[in-house]
C-alpha cells in the first residue's frame, strides 16, 4: 500500500541520515575514516534488513481492487462464428 510505501522510506531515509551523522563524528573525533565507513555501511545494512521485507506494518492499508468482471462478449463472438467449410472438387 501507499501509506506502507511511505513509512519504508522514511525509515529509510532516517536511518541513514542518522547513521551518516554519527559516523562523521565518531570519524572525525578518532580521525579515522573508515570508521565512518563502516558505520554508514552498517546502517544501510539495518535500513535494508526494517524496509526491504514485506512486514505488517507495511501491509495495513491494503489496496482495494476492482472486482472481476465476466467477459461475456467474447463467448458471444465464438459462438456467432460459422465454421468454414472447403468448397468440394
Known sequence: DYKGQKLAEQI??????VS??????????????????????????LSCLLTLPPWPMYRRNPLKWLPVQE???????AADRKPKRHPKS
Open 20 to 45: 551518516a551523522v554519527i559516523g562523521f563524528i565518531y570519524g572525525y573525533i578518532t580521525e579515522q575514516f573508515g570508521w565512518t565507513v563502516y558505520i554508514v555501511m552498517a546502517g544501510f545494512a
Open 12 to 17: 529509510f531515509q532516517g536511518i541513514i541520515l
Open 71 to 77: 467477459s461475456g462478449m467474447e463467448e458471444k463472438k
